[in-house]
């Protein structure tokens, strides 16, 4: 049975639960039905394996707390769900949505970009030109479209040191809507 075919956790029961052993709170993080663990029927999966081993090291070291009372170096230790919740928000892993979390917690917003937390000092850029140039531009208005010029004029003065990047940047950003003419400069 493939990770995708198994049951699904029972929700309503599992958001009204304080804690679990370990391996039952990272099976619910995979959206894994726990009592699969018990029943020995849980095709575990790769995603599965990685975020136990990460977990098991983490509540060994003390950065995943465990439950008063426990052994932290039991791989079946009780962790509390919100804990794990806030613990795995800070290492960017995605859970259900109806995973709990601690009061006043949310999971990290979305990243607004395609390539999620990857960035580079040009892509800043570049995000920095769109917010500027072109957030507010409103194509059917009356104000004409930056051109490109513009564009690499703007990135220039913020810094970016080569012409070649300001203009790729330029052209990168630039609408595929089809050119309107711009009055000459000082005869607007």
Known sequence: MSENEQR??????????????????????????????????????EEFQRRRRVAENHAIVGRLPVVAGHDRHDPDCAIRLAEFGKWAASLNWSLPEQFPLPAGHAPPPPTPWPWGAYETPLLRE???????????????????????????????????????????????????????????RGKE
């Open 8 to 45: 699904k956790p029972d929700w309503r029961l599992w958001r009204d639960i304080d804690h679990a052993t370990l391996p039952q709170v990272v099976a619910l993080s995979c959206n894994l039905d726990p009592d699969g663990l018990s029943e020995g029927n849980l095709a575990e999966g």
């Open 126 to 184: 570049l995000a920095a030109a769109v917010k500027h140039f072109w957030a507010k531009h409103d194509p059917a208005g009356p104000h004409p479209a930056p051109s490109n010029e513009d564009v690499v004029t703007w990135l220039t003065a913020r810094g970016v040191a080569v012409k070649r990047n300001a203009e790729a940047i330029a052209k990168i950003i630039r609408t595929d809507a089809p050119h309107v003419s711009r009055p000459a």
